[in-house]
């Protein structure tokens, strides 16, 4: 078996069919199963009602006989077509259902919904900027490594991704296979990005309080690192904030010193890329 063939099975090992077609389906099939009993009682009493009638041929007799057969394979085969039709319907949603949330922070803030497929079935806007990326470049229906790459060379997503950005992807699933592909395919996208940028893995209840914020998962991260830093910083402020600045207050205020080099340790579980340096801020210390 493929590796192909074993995400299929998988996948279909966990459709579930919603219990009212499980309902109408059985309901469907008593129906015929009703039908079909009530053409085999008039089947069985018509020889007897008709035994002193004259003319009866024996032609007429097997087609009678034949009757009931067929509504039987008619019921049988109408059952096959609802069943059919349920399974159907719960691949359907399987497919529609995101199993993953991948954030992406700049200045833009939007979050793709990736089925267990790694599809793009979802994605949501969380700041006017994201909003006009997402209708400028169409990414439903693409894989994530598509869809990213799209992004990232859109037109559009241009002045967000130079040397002065910083770009944070956030990776928020329970399926640890798909999660695992996610950061990978990230990580490679970033490290051809000119702006510095990282990926992280995190759950989903730190998500859940970022979608409450109203804001990106990794603008929320980065908030609350700089308000547990500076705690005159208020949330608002933050999200007024583009993620480079968000860093670049997060590192003047812990005194992090930035490696230049291609490559270097992110924030958090993933890894940062690209180059740049840190700019004085409001935490500077005064003597």
Do not use: W
Not at 90 to 105: F, K, M, S, T
């Amino acid at each position: 078996m493929t590796d192909f063939d074993q995400l299929v099975k998988s996948a279909f090992d966990d459709v579930t069919v919603p219990d009212e077609v499980l309902r109408g389906t059985r309901e469907r099939i008593e129906a015929l199963r009703a039908t079909t009993g009530n053409a085999r009682a008039e089947h069985a009493s018509a020889p007897v009602a008709q035994r002193g009638r004259q003319g009866e041929t024996s032609a007429a007799a097997r087609r009678r006989s034949g009757r009931p057969i067929g509504s039987r394979r008619l019921v049988v085969a109408i059952a096959a077509c609802l069943v059919l039709a349920a399974v159907g319907f719960g691949a359907v949603r399987l497919y529609d259902q995101p199993v993953a949330y991948v954030g992406i922070d700049v200045n833009p803030s939007i979050e793709l919904g990736l089925n267990r497929f790694g599809i793009v079935v979802e994605t949501t806007a969380i700041n006017d900027d994201g909003r006009v990326l997402l209708e400028s470049v169409a990414l439903e229906g693409r894989s994530y490594d598509e869809a990213l790459n799209a992004l990232t060379t859109s037109d559009v997503f241009a002045p967000f991704s130079q040397e002065g950005s910083f770009l944070e992807i956030s990776v928020v699933s329970g399926d640890e296979r798909l999660a695992e592909q996610v950061r990978s395919q990230s990580d490679a996208c970033l490290s051809g990005l000119a702006c510095r940028g990282s990926c992280h893995e995190v759950d989903a209840k730190t998500r859940d309080e970022a979608v409450q914020a109203g804001m990106g998962v990794g603008r929320y991260r980065a908030s609350l690192e700089l308000m547990q830093l500076d705690p005159d910083m208020t949330l608002e402020e933050c999200a007024s904030l583009s993620m480079r600045e968000l860093r670049d207050l997060i590192a003047e205020c812990s005194g992090e010193q930035v490696d230049d080099g291609p490559q270097s340790q992110g924030y958090g579980r993933g890894r940062e890329h690209g180059q740049g340096g840190h700019k004085g801020g409001r935490c500077t210390s005064e003597e």
